[in-house]
């Protein structure tokens, strides 16, 4: 680890670090000036340790979500695009489906982990209630009981001392990704509903649109967050997509 450059580091790493001097670091081994390091977790796999470098959370889901969007992006390249109705192959369409679904609710999920993971955890949210009555949450009940617009909206804003993304153009597509992703993992009848011409039918918003609002939409929020910081995360300023 102590050999690799910057810029050839995984760009998912949670944190890399720039040797300073010289030094000797615990299961790492002498390090010299100039040399990177990372974080190192170390797990029990069934009789032995094993260790390996600390992800990032939201690059591992970011990155997801465009593995999804790529694979699901190459199968629709074969829908047909003629005006009389054509029968999709069961295969084919499945596997889109199946590639469309993960990448929207693994970028809505990065979206998650990114809100929580910015929330510094000596953070303190109050709620004004009336008549004299607030809520105060800590971190972990803001984690636990707040919806993710509430943090893009309200807290993080505060924290990162930014505007509220709503009213940007990607806010919209952010509502978009949400409401797709809520209809996956909470399906019901009407989500369910084989007319593929109907407007709540999952299935007819997901092939209606190839590709909708999964990885550019997350990163776009993201981006509002990141873009005025002068320093940013090692995966945000290594992100290949």
């Known amino acids: 680890m ?4 910057l810029e050839e580091a995984d760009w998912r790493c949670h944190t890399i670090i720039r040797v300073a001097k010289d030094t000797n670091v615990p299961g790492l081994g002498e390090l010299k000036a100039g040399d990177l390091g990372k974080v190192v977790g170390i797990s029990q796999y069934k009789s032995k340790r094993v260790a390996f470098t600390v992800p990032s959370a939201t690059a591992l889901f970011l ?21 009389t109705l054509q029968s999709l192959d069961d295969e084919d369409a499945f596997a889109y489906l199946e590639n469309i679904m993960a990448s929207v609710v693994f970028a809505y999920t990065a979206l998650e982990s990114f809100a929580n993971e910015e929330i510094p955890s000596d953070y303190i949210y109050t709620v004004e209630k009336g008549n004299r009555c607030k809520e105060v949450y800590n971190k972990v009940q803001m984690e636990r009981f707040l919806t993710l617009e509430v943090k893009l909206v309200k807290i993080l804003p505060a924290v990162c001392g930014v505007r509220s993304p709503k009213g940007i153009k990607a806010w919209q597509d952010y509502l978009e990704l949400e409401s797709l992703r809520h209809s996956i993992i909470h399906m019901k009848e009407a989500d369910r509903d084989s007319r593929l011409e109907s407007s709540k039918s999952v299935w007819g918003r997901l092939i209606k649109s190839p590709v909708p609002y999964s990885l550019p939409v997350a990163k776009r929020i993201i981006d509002h967050f990141y873009k005025p910081r002068r320093l940013k995360p090692h995966w945000y300023q290594n992100f290949p997509f």
């Open 63 to 83: 990155n997801l979500s465009q593995r999804h969007y790529e694979e699901a992006r190459e199968i629709a390249q074969d829908f047909s695009v003629a005006p």
């Open 2 to 5: 102590a050999d690799e450059r």
